[in-house]
């Protein structure tokens, strides 16, 4: 039994040195799962001239240089891939956990009010929603490789700012449509921001630059003004080594 | 270790590359040389491989001086090139003497210009590239006085006759103006678009002061998106061609975010994106419709142009005895068997 049954993919034009592979089986759950095992085949595969390729949530970004492959033969790839996914019989990587505290409002989360308003329940029940929903990495986006994820269950999407701040500071926690998402780096920012983590996501110094990848899970925990001083400067690691896999989704 | 530039004027200058191939998958923009045709150039000209780091200046006047003598080349916007005082050829190998300095002013046709050093220089890599990563705070940016090592000394080439250009290598330079032409192939969310999508090859557009590495802004009649509801992120291809507000049409460039949420409408072409490189604000760009077979085929002519070059250049510097690239020394070892 393979443990993947890909999705069927439309492939788009993107440029001279671009594909968009989209899966379209309409199922989330398998057209993400389709478009992270491909795009980690392809970083794999070695074909000459691929550069790489950027999974999200449906669809897949390929890369590669026009002057050595052609758009027809990185198309004959993917499709190589998904055959090759379709009889294989690895799931993948065991998904590690992320326990991120986050002060959330005040100067920390500047947005957690008018959020509250918006949506039309209090502080206190945006922060409950918020911290006790268990997340799923989904992919690594701008900027810097931020943790995408499925935002939590609050009663209506959140509309982006009208006005981007020009800057948000690293650590913030913040929310936009049905995502959530953590900045690893200072970058102009035009999601709510509801809290901050004293955390240190982004590390030039390792390879990768975050500790998270695609398919992880991460929980946020309330903590006082006051602690926050006392997580600053730590890295984010995975809490638990991989050694309790069943209980990580839990 | 051979010697050193000082920085005695840094400008808008920082060390760079053709790009950090690898940084899209973890989330980082690609970023490199914005003008990667003109960045090529300038190590060809110089017998690197073309992926060595190499300088861009942006826009602002530039001057530096070697404790070693080197071989330059200045490629990119036209510009006035002085070394020792003497004016000197741009798009051509130029020797300077230890002690000389080298001055670039008056980067007025375009936006940017590269120049290359025989043998590089010495630059900090993340994930294998020294490009220059303003979000994550990665990169050699240059600062008056700052010293960068060089990697190989050259000993000074003077034509002996009356100071005439010592190297006539005819390189194909690019054309920049005030008014530019960019080449963009229809992008995958075209349709989203409606009629109103052909605007964007009606219409003239005008370079906002905004604009910068990660992408151009453009003002003008925009492509209204005729579909509602919110776009799952999605990556984005460099040359990316968006509607994000009503004021303004936006092409990402090699510093883009790698994933958005809005519908792209076009990409430019690669070689569009070297014109991009080279717009200033309050230039005008008119977009030319045309296919990835075409933009492909344009794409590989110019490659080609360059590879000319390349043999060109390793016939001269081999005989004149300047150290040629590593694959060019392989050759008589790999002869004997």
């Known amino acids: 039994m393979p443990a993947l049954m890909p999705s069927a993919v439309d492939v788009f034009e993107s440029g001279d040195a671009a594909l968009r592979v989209v899966a379209t089986s309409g ?5 993400w799962a389709t478009v992270h095992r491909l795009a980690e085949w392809l970083d794999g595969c070695g074909a000459e001239g691929l550069h790489g390729a950027v999974p999200t949530y449906d669809s897949v970004l390929v890369e590669f240089d026009a002057l050595t492959v052609s758009a027809r033969q990185i198309r004959a790839f993917v499709a190589l891939g998904l055959r090759q996914l379709a009889l294989s019989t690895d799931d993948g990587a065991t998904p590690r956990e992320f326990d991120v505290p986050v002060v959330y409002g005040g100067a920390y989360g500047p947005d957690l009010e008018y959020l509250a308003d918006y949506e039309g329940i209090s502080v206190e029940d945006v922060i409950r929603i918020h911290s006790s929903k268990t997340y799923v990495i989904r992919c690594l986006g701008a900027p810097a490789g ?40 200072v970058a102009p920012g035009g999601w709510q921001v509801v809290g901050q983590t004293p955390l240190t996501l982004l590390n030039l110094d ?26 600053e400067g730590q890295m984010m690691e995975a809490r638990r080594a991989e050694a309790h896999p069943a209980e990580a989704r839990s | ?21 690898r940084g899209p998958r973890y989330g980082l923009p690609v970023n490199g040389a914005l003008d990667q045709y003109s960045a090529r150039a300038a190590n060809i000209l110089v ?28 490629t990119g916007a036209p510009l006035s090139l ?18 000389e300095t080298v001055a670039v002013r008056g980067i007025t046709g375009g936006l940017r210009a590269y120049v290359a050093i025989h043998g590089s220089v010495d630059a900090p890599t993340l994930l294998g590239s020294c490009a220059p990563d303003t979000v994550v705070g990665f990169g050699l940016q240059l600062r008056d006085g700052m010293a960068v090592e060089t990697l190989r000394r050259v000993p000074p080439i003077r034509q002996p006759y009356f100071d005439m250009p010592l190297f006539r290598l005819a390189v194909e330079r690019p054309h920049p103006g005030r008014r530019l032409r960019v080449e963009v192939t229809d992008g995958p969310d075209f349709a989203e678009f409606g009629d109103s999508a052909n605007l964007l090859f009606r219409s ?5 002061p905004r604009s910068n590495h990660i992408g151009l802004r453009l003002g003008g009649e925009l492509p209204e998106r005729t579909t509602t509801g919110e776009v799952l992120s999605r990556g984005v291809p460099v040359g990316a061609v968006e509607v994000p507000s009503r004021h303004e049409l936006l092409v990402l460039h090699r510093g883009r975010g790698v994933t958005a949420g809005y519908p792209v409408l076009a990409v430019a072409t690669s070689l569009g994106l070297d014109v991009l490189a080279q717009a200033r604000p309050g230039d005008t760009v008119r977009f030319a419709r045309t296919t990835v077979a075409e933009a492909t085929a344009g794409y590989r002519r110019s490659m080609q142009q360059l590879e000319a070059l390349r043999q060109s250049v390793i016939t001269v510097f081999t005989l004149l005895g300047i150290g040629s690239p590593a694959r060019w020394r392989e050759l008589p070892a790999a002869a004997c068997g």
């Open chain 2, 47 to 74: 017998a690197n491989d073309d992926n060595a780091p190499l300088l861009e200046l942006t826009a602002l006047d530039f001057r530096m001086t070697t404790t070693s003598d080197i071989l330059i080349a200045v």
């Open chain 2, 204 to 208: 003239e557009y005008t370079v906002s």
């Open chain 1, 146 to 185: 931020s943790p995408m994820m499925d935002g939590p269950d609050f009663p209506a999407p959140v509309p982006r700012l009208k006005d981007p701040r020009l800057s948000v500071p690293a650590g913030a926690v913040a929310v936009a449509g049905r995502q959530a998402v953590i900045a690893p780096a």
């Open chain 1, 206 to 231: 390792r390879d990768p630059l975050v500790p998270y990848r695609p398919g992880d899970v991460l929980r946020f925990r309330p903590i006082a003004v006051e602690e926050f001083a006392a997580y």
């Open chain 2, 82 to 99: 002085t070394v020792g005082g003497r004016a000197c050829p741009q798009w051509e190998p130029v020797s300077v003497r230890a002690g």
């Open chain 1, 27 to 31: 199922e989330p759950e398998q057209d």
């Open chain 2, 1 to 21: 270790m051979s010697g050193q530039i000082i920085v005695q004027q840094s400008g808008n200058s920082v060390v760079t590359d053709l790009g950090r191939f």
